[in-house]
């Protein structure tokens, strides 16, 4: 469960006074529901993945988290350019403390990452799809409560993203994902609930379609 | 890959295991970041020396207070790549480790610890490399006080850790003063007396120069390694140490106070 409780957030811009990304969020989000966050380019809904996987701090309010909450997976952030994906793949082990199976884990996302080669060449030779396998099978290797993919699955191909899927829907018994695309299949295919965020306020939606339909309608509720 | 017992690591246990994990990550990509990355990484500072070494021993004189030239600029010069390279990993550490940040675990703080500590690792194997080499050319590198030398040595990379957080939150908070502190650090090395003596210096400057800590850091090396060498009068082994100290402590306070402020964007 993530309990997101009065949460406001701006960014430090040359004028003092900017305006909130987002104002006033408080939310549930209950264990083993995926949920989708859905909105306009700008809206705030990487600020929201960023608060809720802890690496950005709210200016007011807090974020708990009751359950182990994976990192944020997006635009190749966390990755290394000049070491190879092993080597990244190697640290993100370790400051996860997982130094004693390292071998198997290390194996296993290899595998799902299914990138051959390129495994052991420096991640800024990767293309983007490259990168966004490498990171999703990185954070498979973990048993995490709540996954937080933020745009990753849009660049893979189809048939990454059919194993993506599958074994997402392997882990949906004891797991859930909190993700962001702008693609509705993606989202719907993964996803239950949604959260509507506009003009820094958000929406929770117990149905993905709901939330769809609202923002497609231009009016949140 | 599941196992569902699990029990939440300690806050040390996180840590240490941050600490290792970025200590390797970091060595890695200093060591193979670019073509022969490794070689350059040792080779810079010691090709620099000795660049150093030959015009003043070809050029100028034998002797300075009492040590060979060659050894007595050696030990200067890696006292000062001591404290300068310590502060500038450490200065530079904030941008460089931006990506790091999407894994909670790891804290800024710690990407800085790493890299003093790895700074301080390489330093060790550059004075190795550089007393070695001075041993195959005939000069005789045995300090007459180790400890004293070693003591200093390490005093330098304290300095070095201080200034380095304290410049570190400066230059992410206040980008235009961060400019300023590198204009002032151009001449530290000539101030710091790496390449002249300061004893040769009229005493009313030499009160002024002698409160860089860096300088006294520096004399003590001469000094450990020869009993006989005509140190600066004011030298004094504890205003190191007792810069050291509360340069460390205002760093790690200024992080303290700046944590959440240094990496939310």
Not at chain 1, 139 to 156: I, M, Q, R
Not at chain 2, 125 to 136: D, G, H, K, P
Request: charged share 20%.
């Amino acid at each position: 469960m993530i309990i997101i409780n009065d949460v406001y957030k701006r960014y430090k811009s040359e004028r003092e006074s900017s305006d909130w990304v987002l104002h006033d969020i408080n939310l549930t989000i209950p264990s083993n529901v995926s949920v989708a966050l859905i909105g306009a380019n700008g809206a705030g809904k990487s600020t929201l993945m960023s608060l809720i996987g802890g690496v950005d701090k709210p200016n007011k309010g807090t974020v708990e988290r009751h359950c182990r909450v994976s990192w944020s997976m997006g635009f190749g952030g966390g990755l290394h350019g000049a070491l190879t994906g092993r080597q990244n793949a190697k640290f993100v082990c370790r400051v996860h403390g997982y130094e004693d199976d390292i071998k198997a884990r290390l194996a296993y996302i290899q595998d799902f990452a299914g990138i051959g080669d390129a495994f052991d060449r420096p991640v800024k030779s990767y293309s983007a799809g490259m990168k966004s396998r490498l990171q999703f099978g990185l954070s498979l290797a973990f048993d995490f409560d709540v996954y937080l993919s933020d745009e990753v699955t849009s660049t893979g191909d189809a048939a990454f993203r059919k194993k993506a899927a599958d074994s997402f829907k392997k882990l949906a018994d004891h797991s859930s994902i909190i993700m962001v695309s702008h693609d509705e299949g993606t989202l719907k295919e993964f996803c239950t609930a949604g959260i509507l965020i506009a003009d820094g306020a958000a929406h929770w939606f117990d149905h993905i379609d709901d939330a769809l339909k609202s923002y497609k309608d231009g009016r949140p509720k | 890959m599941s196992n569902n017992q699990h029990i939440p690591r300690s806050s040390l246990t996180i840590t240490l295991a941050v600490w290792k994990a970025l200590f390797l990550r970091e060595a890695l990509s200093r060591i193979f970041s670019g073509r022969a990355a490794w070689f350059w990484l040792l080779a810079e500072p010691v090709f620099n020396v000795a660049y150093m070494v030959v015009i003043f021993t070809v050029i100028r004189m034998r002797v300075v207070g009492g040590i060979e030239t060659a050894v007595w600029l050696v030990l200067g010069m890696l006292g000062f790549f001591m404290f300068q390279r310590t502060s500038s990993q450490l200065m530079n550490a904030i941008k460089a480790n931006q990506a790091l940040f999407a894994y909670r675990q790891v804290k800024l703080i710690d990407t800085l610890m790493v890299r003093a500590g790895l700074e301080g690792f390489l330093m060790i194997f550059i004075a190795c490399i550089l007393l070695t080499s001075l041993v195959i050319l005939g000069y005789s590198v045995m300090p007459a006080d180790p400890l004293l030398m070693l003591g200093a040595f390490f005093g330098l990379w304290c300095i070095g850790v201080g200034f380095g957080l304290i410049t570190s939150v400066v230059i992410a908070m206040l980008p235009d003063l961060g400019k300023i502190i590198k204009f002032i650090m151009r001449p530290m090395m000539i101030i710091s007396g790496v390449i002249f003596p300061l004893s040769s210096l009229p005493p009313q400057i030499r009160e002024w120069l002698m409160l860089n800590p860096v300088a006294h850091g520096i004399e003590s090396m001469r000094l450990g390694f020869s009993p006989y060498y005509h140190a600066v009068p004011e030298l004094n082994i504890g205003y190191i140490f007792s810069f050291a100290l509360g340069s460390v402590f205002f760093g790690l306070a200024l992080h303290r106070r700046f944590a959440i402020k240094l990496v939310t964007k």
